[in-house]
């Protein structure tokens, strides 16, 4: 289990008495890459404070298809499972670790205590509310005002940001977390590519 002292530098709004109290009833969960952390239609038990490693979170249609939302990273907290948790409410999107990922499990019989009796908590919950809420705004402003070639242009950016220079997805990983097809993606790669914007590995693109 994690000191006090760790939980501080990893979520600095944790005054010591708060992150002593986390560390007693925390569990921590190591998932694995590519293994799914939650599920749409999901009742959570606990919500997840991120210790170490990423995770993708994507909203599911009703035909089954995916749109990648926005990322998760040490130390950052699920903001839905937080509401989802607290209100009993299932899950409305699906989270995958990118990497091994380790999480800290704070069981949703704990949420009230938190949010009445430790300040530190209930500002982590707002932040992560407002920080959530706004990539969320970035998220329906490129899909609303831009074109795909824009979007993904931004999409790729965003990837290198949390992933690095080379992105090791295929052309098909990419038409699902923007829910377009292979084909215009493809197209739109060899676009860039011609504009020197990416180089075209197999099975990865390259940031110029």
């Given amino acids: 289990m994690y000191t006090p002292e760790e939980l501080m530098k990893l979520f600095p709004m944790f005054d010591t008495e708060l992150a002593r109290y986390i560390s007693t009833i925390g569990e921590s969960k190591t998932f694995e890459e590519g293994s799914i952390m939650m599920k749409t239609g999901q009742y959570f038990r606990a919500t997840m404070l991120i210790i170490s490693g990423k995770v993708k979170l994507y909203r599911e249609g009703e035909d089954g298809g995916e749109f990648f939302m926005y990322f998760l990273e040490r130390g950052n907290a699920c903001a839905l499972s937080m509401i989802c948790a607290t209100r009993n409410q299932a899950s409305e999107i699906m989270a ?47 899909i609303a005002f831009k074109n795909m070639d824009e979007r993904l242009d931004w999409y790729l950016k965003r990837q290198s940001e949390k992933i690095g220079k080379h992105i090791n997805l295929t052309h098909q990983q990419i038409a699902n977390d923007l829910n377009s097809s292979r084909e215009v993606i493809s197209r739109l790669l060899k676009k860039m590519e011609i504009n020197k914007m990416v180089i075209l590995h197999r099975n990865s693109i390259e940031l110029v």
Avoid at 97 to 107: D, F, G, K, Q, Y
Avoid at 113 to 140: A, D, H, N, Q
């Fill in 96 to 142: 995958v670790a990118v990497e091994e990922t380790e999480v800290l499990m704070i069981p949703i019989s704990y949420m009230d205590e938190l949010m009445t009796k430790y300040k530190g908590w209930y500002y982590f919950v707002l932040e992560t509310y407002r920080s959530r809420f706004e990539e969320l705004l970035v998220v329906i402003d490129n």
